[in-house]
């Protein structure tokens, strides 16, 4: 599925099934570079925005 938006309900939903110490990864670009999980931020009453940042390749860190 792949969409640009869903609830709280939804993504609830889907997580239901797994227990609290489960890891969620979050995939990588299309060139290959791992995607990491940086913040939830509230972008008003009816939004929330998960936001994930590029990791950089291992010789820049």
Known sequence: M???TITVGELR???????????ITFGATLNG???EFYR???RGD?????EL????????V
């Open 13 to 23: 939903a889907m997580l239901r099934e797994y227990r609290d110490h489960v890891e």
């Open 33 to 35: 570079t791992p995607l």
């Open 53 to 60: 940042n590029e990791r950089p390749p291992e010789d820049e």
């Open 40 to 42: 939830v931020k509230s």
């Open 46 to 50: 009816d939004l929330v925005q998960i």
């Open 2 to 4: 792949i969409v640009s």
